[in-house]
Every structure is written in C-alpha cells, then in structure tokens.
C-alpha cells in the first residue's frame, strides 16, 4: 500500500502534483472564475468582513504565514495568524465581521477545536481548510474547504502542507473577487498560474537525485539553519520542521534579515544554512537575499541556495543550487518546500530512523 515507495511519506511526497491538481479541481468556472460553492456564507457577508485571523498549529500554521501574505496583498483585508494553543488565551479581538480560518489536516486537533469554539462564541465566522471528510473541525465550522490531498500516513505532514496552501490561495483569490479588487488582472493572472503549479511540482520531483546526493553529504551534520524572506521565512520554518520531527536534528529557520540581529553569532565553519531566494528581477528582496547569502558565506556557513531557473547572481556565493521553475513570488513556496521534505526523508532514512512513526509523535494530537 505504500506504492512500492519505502515510506509513506516519500510516497506522499510524489503524489503531490496529483494532490495539488486535486485541490483545485472543480474550483474554476469556464470562464477561468474560481466558484467556491463550498463557502456557505454569502457574498454579503463576505464583503463585510474586515479582518481575518488564520488559527493552526504546526505544519498547517506553516501553511497559514503563507496564506497571510498573499491574503492581505491580493484582499488588502488585514490577517492575522495564530497558534492555536495560543490563540484564545490571548483574549484575542473578534466581532461577527472577523473572519476565523482554521487549518487542520487531520480536522481533530484539540487545540485548533477550542479555538474555533472560542471564535464562534464571539460570534465570528469560521471556515476551516481541511483534509478529513466530515472531520470535528468541519462540523463546528461555518463552511469548509476541503483540500482533497487523500489520506495522509506519514506523521510528518508534506502533500497535506502543499493543499493547505492552495486552498488559503484559492480562499485569498476568491475573496479579492468577491470583493472586486482593484488588481484584477493580478487576480486572474494568478489565479491561472496555479494551474500551472502541479507541473512545476512534477519538474522538483523529477530532479530528486540531487537532494538524496546532498542528504549523504550532511547526514551527519549537527545543526541546520533555513533561510528566508517574506513567504520564504514560513518555507524555511517548515523546511526546518520537518528535519527536526522526524531526522531528530536541530534546525532552525530564521527570516534572512534577522539573523545578523543575533543568531547569526550561531553561524560556525561549514555548517549548512539553506536559503530561499526570491525570484530576480521581479522581486525587491532578491538582491537582499542575495546579500544575506553573502553574509552566512563569509563566516564558514556551506550555503545551499534554492532559487529560480536563469538566475545565476548567486552562482559566486553557493556551495549547493537547487533550480526551481519560474514562479511568481507568492506561489514560491509551492515549490521551494518540495527539496526540503524530500531532503528530510532521506536524511532520515539513511540515520535509520521510522520516517513514518517518528520517536514521541503522533498523527494528531487530540488533547491540549
Ligand atoms: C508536522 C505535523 C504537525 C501537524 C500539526 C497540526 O509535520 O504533522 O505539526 O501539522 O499537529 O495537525 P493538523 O493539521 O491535523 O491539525
């Protein structure tokens, strides 16, 4: 049943371009305008809302500092995001015009659950994105979108992180439709684009071998730092997760312009730091990553740089570079996080470790 893969997750790691095709099926009209049917909350009242908190925990709060970015860019609706088991006892602000988006591919996570019950106390409107069918969470939630990824075995959470992040775009671009956004042909530009997206998914899965080279290389590395701007910094979050729960290594992500306001004294020879890169030209980071690189290099860190076709300014200042195709900024991190999941599994494997039952883990987590 794992497909002939060794694991789980590695299976679920290449059934990604299929489960990100997944998620967006039936989700466009034949004029190419997204129909989410599934939000039965009216038009109306979605033009009402005036703010927008995104609750998860883990890998699904991952997937929500993405959906942050591209959320209040394409709805310019202010967003918030919160861990769930943080998120109630900060008295948080809600009124009947917030709207409270949980994230749980499991739909049982206890804490995400008392969160939305706070949130509906308060009179909000949940929706919450979800992989599991009839799920807790979806029960108690105004609507659901589901994220069709199939089951997920493995206890690290890889095509359900992917989906999560499409369902938030596809929620971020159909409420700057609904809402009649003044930037309507970036809205219809992206909106195709990520139909585009399971092939470029394909493309990272196709050149695996160098990411399982790698993985022999720093098997035996102590630390790792991951690197990243903007919807970057929750890719390098993520990439750094999935290290820790299951190859048992400390690893760290940090947003690159940050680390040389201290952590960047952790910074030591030849320890591996991956960098997420912005795509050139069309980006106002990309240079300042370029020269977060740059810095890392030059105290000793072996920099392993994951950046766009055609972009060769950061040939001079990398050990290790991982080509993805051409994206737009905000679905960067549909591809960037590909090679880290993949970087993790194998590292993994070759320490000899269950990938799929990782020590002191478990699928969801259903108490508080
Ligand atoms: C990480 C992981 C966890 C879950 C988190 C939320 O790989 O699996 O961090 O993402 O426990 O679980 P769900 O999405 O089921 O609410």
């Known amino acids: 049943e794992k497909g002939g893969f060794d694991w789980f997750m590695r299976k679920e790691i290449y059934e990604q371009p299929q489960a990100v095709a997944d998620t967006l099926l039936g989700r466009y009209d034949a004029e190419g305008k ?23 925990c883990g890998t699904a709060y991952h997937a929500g500092l993405v959906a942050k970015y591209a959320i209040e860019h394409w709805t310019r609706i202010p967003c918030e995001v919160d861990i769930a088991s943080e998120f109630r006892y900060r008295d948080p602000i809600i009124d009947p015009n917030t709207l409270v988006v949980t994230i749980s591919q499991s739909g049982e996570t206890a804490d995400t659950l008392m969160a939305i019950r706070h949130a509906r106390e308060q009179h909000a409107k949940v ?6 069918n009839g799920a807790t969470i979806p029960r108690e939630s105004d609507a659901v979108i589901y994220t069709h990824a199939g089951p997920e075995r493995g206890v690290a959470s890889t095509k359900g992180y992917l989906t999560q992040v499409v369902a938030c775009y596809l929620l971020g671009l159909y409420l700057a439709q609904v809402r009649g956004m003044k930037y309507g042909d970036e809205i219809k530009a992206i909106t195709d684009e990520l139909q585009k997206m399971p092939a470029a998914i394909q493309t990272m899965l196709d050149n695996d071998q160098q990411i399982l080279d790698l993985s022999k290389d720093l098997m035996d590395d102590r630390s790792f730092f991951f690197l990243g701007r903007h919807v970057g910094y929750p890719s390098a979050l993520e990439g750094a997760l999935k290290l820790k729960e299951i190859a048992y290594k400390h690893a760290e992500g940090f947003p690159a312009g940050e680390l040389k306001h201290g952590s960047i004294a ?4 030849d320890i591996p730091v991956f960098v ?3 795509p050139q030209g069309r980006d106002q980071l ?12 030059a105290r000793g860190a072996k920099t392993i740089v994951l950046v766009e076709e055609g972009d060769d300014s950061v040939n001079p200042y990398a050990d290790v570079i991982i080509r ?12 960037a996080i590909v090679p880290l999941q993949l970087f993790a599994c194998e590292v993994a494997t070759l320490l000899g470790n269950d990938v799929d039952q990782p ?10």
């Open 266 to 269: 952790l910074i030591e020879q």
């Open 34 to 56: 997204l129909t989410l049917d599934e939000i039965r909350i009216s038009p109306e009242e979605l033009r009402r809302i005036n703010k927008i908190v995104i609750v998860a």
């Open 127 to 132: 929706i919450a994105i979800c992989n599991v």
């Open 276 to 278: 997420m890169v912005p």
């Open 324 to 335: 993805h195709p051409k994206a737009s900024t905000l679905l960067q991190p549909l591809l």
């Open 359 to 368: 020590r002191n883990l478990a699928k969801s987590v259903t108490v508080e």
């Open 286 to 297: 990309h240079d300042k990553v370029v020269s977060n690189i740059q810095e890392v290099r």
